[in-house]
Structures are given as C-alpha cells and as structure tokens.
C-alpha cells in the first residue's frame, strides 16, 4: 500500500488545434505536477477525457507518460471501456508501457448487475497480470459499486485499491471501517472539497482534478494532515474550495464535463501551462467572460498576478 497514496491527481490532456494531442503541453502538465510533490499520476481517466481518444491515441498517451514520469511516482493508468475484453485490451498496453496499476470502472453503457460486476473485474484479473484499482463513478458509468461489491473485490484480492468519486461520503466511510485491517488495500477520495474530512477518516489519498491547476495547494493538505494540523488542513481545504469554483462558471451554457475539466484547462492555459482550452468535441470551450471570470478566482487564490 506504501506505493499508493497521497496526492494522486488524474492528469489534463491538452488538445492541438486539430484535436491531436499536444505533447509539449502534456509534457508541461506532467512535469508541473511532479515537481509539485505529487505522489503518482493518474492518466486516462475521466480528467483526460478517455473515452474521446481512440486506442491508438490511448496507446501513444501511455508510452508518452510513462517516458516523461521515468519511474519518479507511480503511473496509474485508466483502461476504462465498456466491456470486459475490451478493458483487457487496455491493459495489456498498459502493462507493456510500464505502468504500475491500472484503474476499472464498472461496464457502462450495457446495464449490468452487481454479480456481473464481480465478474467483470475477475476476469481482467485473470487476463492481466497487474494490480487492479476500482473506480466508483456512477455519474458517469450509471451503475454504483455496492458496498459489498468492493469488499468483496477488495478482501479476496481481485483489487489493490479504491478511487471514490461516487459523492457518497457515507459509503466511502463503511469501506474504511470494513477494510481497516486490510493493510494491503487503499481507499482513495476523488471528492477534492472535502479531502480533509476524508484524510481524518482515515483515508490514504486523493485524487483531486483540479490539483492540476494548484497541486501544490493539495500537497500543502495532505502534510497538514500527516503531521496532525487539522487548523492548517481545514484553512487549506477552504482555500481550495474557494478555487473549485472555477467548475461552475460554465454552468448553463456548456455540459458539466464541459464546465469541468474546460475551467482547469482554461485555468492552465492562463497560468501558461497549456497552450490551447481546446475540448473535444462536441464539448464546447469556454468562452472570453468565462475565462475572465477563471482567472479573478485564479487571482483570489493567488494562483495569478
């Protein structure tokens, strides 16, 4: 478990004007995350927007990671799809690329049950030979990790850890009490406004996305918790939220995800760490007030001059 823990943040992919990856940007992105003090990289999950890049993007995404991070902290990586062989898939390229673990959500888009579940995670055990981490999102794979569903996949080994961004902090709390003896799992917090009620509970990391406009600001968190500063922790924690903030400028006019990750690449690229806000398509950019409006929180926060 030492391996995994801390400030683990799932990773921007910067866009090209063609929609093509731009890897000096990417390359920007890992190093400012790195040099920050995080404490592994989460690539290929819903922060880079997976599920727009196609497999050899994905592939070209991987091998480039793994190639700038060089065994500094952990690579995560997401084989996120929505059946089991094609996660399989994923993460046989993973492996091969050197990462370190790899990320699963339930199947989505096919409605499957809590057994089938079971089963999906077995099998990419069975076909891979990496560690597996369950990622709990039902916003967008539609379905939950029951409670007992992760137990179950945590106490016979099928899974090494757990990232919780389901907002249910109730449940997040069960599985720590359920798996506290279990010293070979981690549970992780994707809930970036409340990590230090979560580090007080007892968990062993988070997963914040916008970490990739001020990592250092959650770095600061998690030391103030490891040495016992709640004061510290709880007034960083406040700070940060008021940074979050970001995510609802867009909100009405673009799509959540749009809103999202579109003010953390618009924030980066004010900070001069991207060179395009481009998303995806058809998720829409934010426009100039929005971004206006980004970067008077940047200053509040004193991210930006």
Not at 101 to 122: K, M, N
Not at 129 to 148: G, M, T
Not at 180 to 194: P, R, Y
Not at 201 to 215: W, Y
Request: charged share 20%; aromatic share 6%; proline share 4%.
């Amino acid at each position: 478990m030492s391996k995994f823990k801390g400030v683990v943040p799932p990773v921007i992919v910067p866009l090209n004007t063609d929609f093509t990856v731009d890897y000096p940007s990417y390359t920007r992105v890992l190093e400012n995350l790195i040099e920050a003090g995080c404490h592994g990289l989460f690539v290929l999950g819903s922060t880079s927007e997976v599920v727009f890049h196609d497999a050899r993007t994905r592939k070209e995404i991987i091998e480039h990671s793994a190639t700038v991070i060089n065994g500094r902290v952990p690579l995560i990586v997401g084989v996120i799809d929505a059946t089991t062989d094609l996660v399989i898939n994923h993460a046989r390229i993973a492996k091969a690329a050197g990462a370190d673990a790899v990320v699963v959500t339930a199947p989505y888009y096919t409605v499957t049950s809590q057994a089938e579940i079971l089963d999906h995670f077995r099998f990419i055990r069975d076909g891979v030979d990496i560690p597996l981490i369950a990622y709990d999102i039902p916003v967008c794979v539609h379905v939950k990790l029951q409670r007992q569903t992760t137990v179950t996949l945590a106490k016979e080994g099928t899974i090494i850890g757990v990232k919780d961004s389901s907002g249910d902090d109730g449940n997040f709390r069960y599985l720590l009490l359920d798996l506290a003896d279990n010293k070979d799992i981690f549970l992780m917090t994707g809930s970036e406004i409340v990590v230090d009620n979560a580090l007080l509970m007892g968990a062993h990391g988070v997963v914040p996305g916008i970490a990739n406009v001020d990592p250092h600001g959650y770095i600061r968190l998690w030391e103030a918790a490891q040495r016992g500063d709640w004061v510290a922790a709880r007034k960083e924690q406040e700070r940060l939220c008021r940074l979050f903030e970001i995510v609802w400028v867009g909100a009405g006019r673009v799509s959540g995800g749009a809103s999202g990750i579109g003010a953390f690449k618009a924030a980066m690229k004010s900070l001069g760490i991207i060179d395009t806000a481009l998303m995806p398509r058809p998720r829409a950019a934010l426009n100039d007030a929005e971004t206006a409006r980004i970067d008077e929180i940047l200053r509040t926060a004193g991210l930006l001059t």
